[in-house]
C-alpha cells in the first residue's frame, strides 16, 4: 500500500526553467511533509519541509505548496540549474511528542535532469 | 565531523554469510533509524530506536536484527544473507522533525 505517491517519475527541465513535482498523500493524521534531495552516492538531504497549517513555503529557489483538502503537496525549483539535478523524495511523518518523528513514509522519488 | 556515519560503505559477501553494518552519529540526536533503499530506488524503514529503546519495527524478516549500545550508536546485523538483500542501507537519526542520513552502506549479495 503506497501512502504516498509521487510524480512523475523523471523529469527534464531546462536550465532557468521551473521544475514541478508533485505527491498525493492518503493518511490525514500526517503533520509534516518534508522533501528530500539524494545525489548518487549519498543519502538523501533534506531540503524543504512544511507542516499543515500553512499554504505554502519558501527557501530560496525551493519552494513547497500545500493543499490539505486534496491531500497534496508539491515542490517548486525555480531558475533550475544543473546543480540541482539529483532524485527528489516527498515523504510523510506523523510527529510524535515524545520521540519527534515517527517513521518517515517516503514517496517513490523523481530523478531530475537539468539541461543546459 | 560526519553528523552520521556508517561502516562499511561497500560489502559484498556470498548467500548464507551473516554480515554487520555499524553507525554512529554525533548530533546528540535521540532517535536512530534504519531505511532500506531497494534498485528502485524505494525507501523503506525496517527500525527506529529512541534512547536505546526499540520503537519501530516494520515487517522485516528476523534475520535483520538492530542493536544500540548507546543512543548515539545502532548496528544492523543480518543472518544467513540473501540475493534479495541486496540493496543500500540507510543509517539514520533525528531529534523533533528533520533526519539525519548517513551516506549508505551498499550490500551486495553473491
Known amino acids: 500500500q503506497q501512502q504516498v505517491k509521487q510524480s512523475p517519475q523523471s523529469l527534464i527541465v531546462q536550465k532557468g526553467g521551473i521544475s514541478i513535482i508533485n505527491c498525493a498523500y492518503e493518511?490525514?493524521?500526517?503533520?509534516?511533509f518534508p522533501w528530500y534531495q539524494q545525489f548518487p552516492g549519498k543519502g538523501p538531504a533534506l531540503l524543504i519541509a512544511i507542516r499543515p497549517d500553512v499554504s505554502e513555503k519558501k527557501e530560496g529557489r525551493f519552494t513547497i505548496s500545500f493543499n490539505k483538502s486534496a491531500k497534496q503537496f508539491s515542490l517548486h525549483i525555480m531558475d533550475s540549474q544543473p546543480g540541482d539535478s539529483a532524485t527528489y523524495f516527498c515523504?510523510?511523518?506523523?510527529?510524535?511528542?515524545?520521540?519527534?518523528?515517527?517513521?518517515?513514509?517516503f514517496g517513490t522519488g523523481t530523478r531530475l535532469t537539468i539541461i543546459p | 565531523d560526519t553528523a552520521v556515519s556508517q561502516t562499511p560503505k561497500y560489502l559484498v559477501t556470498q548467500m548464507g554469510n551473516d554480515k554487520s553494518i555499524k553507525c554512529e552519529q554525533n548530533l546528540g540526536h535521540d532517535t536512530m533509524y534504519w531505511y532500506k533503499q531497494d534498485s528502485k530506488k524505494f525507501l523503506k524503514i525496517m527500525f527506529s530506536?529512541?534512547?536505546?529503546?526499540?520503537?519501530i519495527n516494520e515487517t522485516v524478516p528476523n534475520r535483520f536484527s538492530p542493536k544500540s549500545p548507546d543512543k548515539a550508536h545502532l548496528n544492523l546485523h543480518i543472518n544467513s544473507l540473501e540475493l534479495g538483500d541486496s540493496a543500500v542501507y540507510f543509517c539514520a537519526s533525528s531529534r523533533g522533525s528533520g533526519y539525519t542520513f548517513g551516506s549508505g552502506t551498499r550490500l551486495t549479495v553473491v
Open positions: 493518511n490525514t493524521a500526517f503533520d509534516y
Open positions: 530506536y529512541n534512547n536505546k529503546e526499540l520503537i
Open positions: 515523504a510523510a511523518s506523523v510527529m510524535r511528542s515524545n520521540f519527534g518523528n515517527e517513521k518517515l513514509t
